[in-house]
């Protein structure tokens, strides 16, 4: 009985100094932890479904009102980042990699259909010289954007990271990738508004039209993917 109360009196000793590292970790701290991380990660994708939806919204009214092209291929590359956090949530959620391999080939053949639009579109704006109308919403929803996807790209990352899975922490990279060509919109938005280069939102859109190529070619010839943790949120 002297030698179990005195183990718990160092015990408690180590806990007052706070010298924690000794101290075992169980096997329900552990769970615990990764049900916390996996709860983060449906979170965060989530997050990003609304602010897509919204988007796609806001980006079709700008775009029309304006006759911006740029405008018009970020909105429907929202509508395919819907798509690839839909993905990520099913990997997480523990759905079949069949059931994935086949969202990823639709993605990819979306962001082809995307890639084609936008090389068309843009090269008749330039070669036909039409001027683009300023856009003040689409210059506050693009920039408003950047920041958030910014935000989301590295919880993402530290989250995916933390849980050990890869295909949380890849999504993660589309998300920056977002978030910079938001900000790419946003340049060739301004530079429209505030010095008339009607030729930037054009340019803007080739600069779409590379990223979409990019993930076709990723999606199409990438490896398989892996199995990852899962957990119903």
């Known amino acids: 009985a002297w030698a179990c109360t005195s183990s718990s009196t160092r015990a408690i000793h180590r806990r007052q100094q706070g010298d924690w590292d000794d101290l075992p970790v169980t096997n329900t701290q552990t769970d615990v932890i990764g049900r916390q991380l996996l709860r983060r990660g ?18 079709a009214i700008a ?3 304006a006759r911006s ?6 909105g429907m590359d929202s509508l395919i980042e819907i798509g690839a956090s839909t993905v990520v949530l099913w990997e997480l959620s523990g759905t079949g990699q069949h059931r994935q391999r086949r969202a990823l080939r639709l993605i990819g053949g979306a962001f082809g259909l995307l890639a084609v639009y936008l090389l068309v579109q ?21 920039g408003a954007t950047a920041v958030v996807m910014f935000a989301l790209a590295a919880g993402k990352a530290r989250t995916g990271t933390a849980l050990g899975n890869q295909v949380l922490v890849t999504e993660g990279r589309v998300t ?6 938001a900000l790419a919109v ?4 301004t530079l429209n508004a505030a010095l008339g280069w009607w030729w930037a939102d054009p340019v803007a859109g080739y600069v779409l039209v590379f990223y979409a190529a ?4 990723d999606i199409f010839l990438n490896h398989e993917p892996t199995a990852s943790p899962s957990l119903n949120p």
């Open 176 to 181: 920056l990738i977002d978030a910079v060509l």
């Open 186 to 189: 946003l340049i060739g938005l």
């Open 214 to 217: 990019r993930e076709v070619r």
């Open 42 to 59: 449906f979170a965060l994708e989530y997050v990003t479904l609304g602010w897509n939806v919204v988007g796609m919204v806001v980006l």
């Open 122 to 142: 843009s090269t008749f704006v330039l070669v036909a010289g039409y001027h683009p109308r300023h856009s003040v919403p689409g210059i506050i929803w693009t």
């Open 63 to 65: 775009a029309v009102s």
């Open 69 to 74: 092209v740029a405008l018009a291929g970020f």
